[in-house]
């Protein structure tokens, strides 16, 4: 006498439920994941700064405490060129990939924006892509610049009354058009690590602020995020500082600290 087996196979409402829990599931966890990568490269990104930050350290040591020009003409050979502050500092640094942040690494082509203000060598150092911009009221123009046509002398570490709050370097771009919110080569901090970007500052240390889209000085009337346009002609979300800080609320990470009657505050030395 044989045996008769039963075989039980999904219900079709049963394989949708699966699916459909599968698809929660995905959907709960990517987003989880895509952020802890992000803090990843936050994490690489912010030793990115303390890198640049103790090279600058170093250079001013053997430079009587006084920090490199932002930027003037050159030659590499016959042929003009510009050589910037990064070219100034790489001796210390001697790896081009620290300039890059992992979020964006090809933030600025550095190299073509010499080459369209014509200076055939573009940045003499062999500079071409970087994520972040300089305070350039700490990176001066110098005196008589034969560049930019600028007379700022250089800066010394002892004129600057709070290094700890005085930024080096930030995330962020360079605005290369004027006619899109920033005024020409403005230098706007950019939050790529999930609302945060990394700074570094001119007593050496690097850390994190938060920034939002809305609520800078200059928003449009409606208080919305403006896009601008940069370097590599593609869309830039305004940011603004929300850490207490000399830069809160503002866009840049610009100026000397200071402190007046009101509290914080930044300002050139020029």
């Known amino acids: 006498m044989g045996f008769q087996t039963s075989r039980r196979a999904f219900t079709l409402i049963e394989l949708l439920v699966v699916i ?54 050159a030659f590499r050979g016959n042929i003009p060129c510009a050589f910037t502050f990064l070219s100034a500092i790489e001796p210390y640094v001697k790896n081009k990939q620290v300039y890059q942040c992992p979020s964006e690494p090809r933030a600025l082509d550095i190299d073509a924006a010499f080459r369209l203000l014509g200076l055939p060598g573009g940045e003499c150092g062999g500079f071409t892509w970087a994520s972040y911009n300089f305070n350039y009221a700490v990176f001066e123009d110098g005196n008589n610049n034969n560049l930019t046509g600028a007379n700022h002398a250089v800066v010394k570490l002892a004129e600057i009354q709070y290094p700890a709050e005085t930024t080096l370097a930030s995330d962020g771009n360079l605005a290369a058009r004027s006619n899109c919110g920033f005024n020409l080569f403005d230098s706007p901090a950019q939050a790529r690590h999930n609302e945060i970007a990394n700074a570094s500052y001119a007593d050496g240390h690097a850390k994190t602020f938060k920034a939002k889209e809305s609520g800078c000085v200059g928003m449009n009337v409606n208080g919305n995020a403006l896009k601008q346009y940069c370097i590599q002609q593609g869309a830039y979300t305004r940011w603004c500082n929300q850490q207490p800080a000399p830069d809160v609320c503002r866009d840049e990470l610009w100026g000397v600290a200071d402190q007046d009657q009101w509290g914080w505050c930044a300002r050139g030395l020029r």
């Not at 929660?24 to 640049?52: D, G, Y």
């Open 20 to 73: 459909a829990i599968i698809a929660i599931l995905a959907a709960i966890l990517f987003p989880v994941f895509a952020r802890a990568r992000e803090k990843a490269r936050q994490t690489s990104c912010l030793s990115n700064q303390k890198q640049m930050a103790l090279a600058a350290m170093q250079y001013l040591q053997d430079y009587d405490e006084t920090f490199p020009m932002s930027v003037y003409m």
